[in-house]
């Protein structure tokens, strides 16, 4: 059974701060997503990892992705109140590629 | 350009009923899948829809049926309900774009569809 894994479940960081969530999986794959969910909103994607090696940044938000190692991280710089926010990482179920095994999130918690 | 597009945001039902949701993907895009996320949880794929037919489905009993339409439209439907059937239920919407590596098949959520089964 495929297997997505998030660490930590729950993370709550001082504004400023600097940290990192992992993303393992259990399964052959060459492409990583990354979605953000607000409380009570639906999910919205941030970033598509496509190749081992890959890296994406987008303001604080900085994710990579190491196929052989089979783990993605995102990593958070100088954290901000916005980021507070439910991440997901997910893994595309082959053959079609375009349906999502999801892990079980990761809720961040920026304090003041 | 509206985005994907769900209906109704919340209902209500009791355990045996059957409930209807429905789904209107993004402009262009051909393709819906729907999720199920429990409190707390990721969302769980039920099953995808393409060019009118149940693609692919995940491990969801027989319970869980949907349909689409010729305007890419989507129904899931849920019968014989259960309290545990009670989540967010999440549209989500793509571009039939093959495995290529120029497909990135970013999926587009819809706001979802809360149900709560007493």
């Known amino acids: 059974e495929l297997k997505v894994e998030q660490n930590p479940l729950f993370l709550s960081m001082q504004e400023g701060k600097n940290y990192t969530i992992y993303c393992n999986y259990s399964?052959?794959?060459?492409?990583l997503y990354w979605y953000r969910q607000d409380p009570g909103k639906s999910l919205e994607s941030l970033f598509v990892l496509l190749s081992n090696g890959a890296v994406k940044q987008e303001g604080r938000l900085m994710a990579s992705l190491d196929t052989k190692a089979r783990l993605s991280t995102l990593h958070i710089t100088a954290a901000v109140h916005d980021l507070s926010a439910t991440y997901f990482c997910a893994v595309p179920i082959y053959p079609t590629g375009n349906q999502f095994y999801f892990g079980t999130g990761t809720s961040l918690t920026v304090i003041p | 350009d509206a985005g994907v597009t769900q209906s109704p945001t919340h209902l209500i039902k009791t355990r045996g009923q059957q409930v209807t949701l429905r789904c209107s993907p993004k402009s262009g895009h051909d393709t819906v899948s729907w999720y199920q996320q429990a409190l707390g949880q990721g969302p769980q794929f039920i099953f995808q829809y393409y060019e009118e037919e149940e693609r692919q489905r995940g491990n969801f009993p027989d319970r869980f049926s949907g349909h689409q339409f010729p305007n890419y439209s989507s129904e899931l439907n849920v019968n014989a309900l259960l309290l545990g059937d009670s989540a967010l239920y999440l549209c989500a919407s793509s571009r039939e774009t093959g495995t290529g590596p120029s497909g990135a098949n970013v999926l587009t959520f819809g706001a979802g569809s809360r149900l709560t089964v007493l």
């Open positions: 399964t052959t794959s060459d492409r």
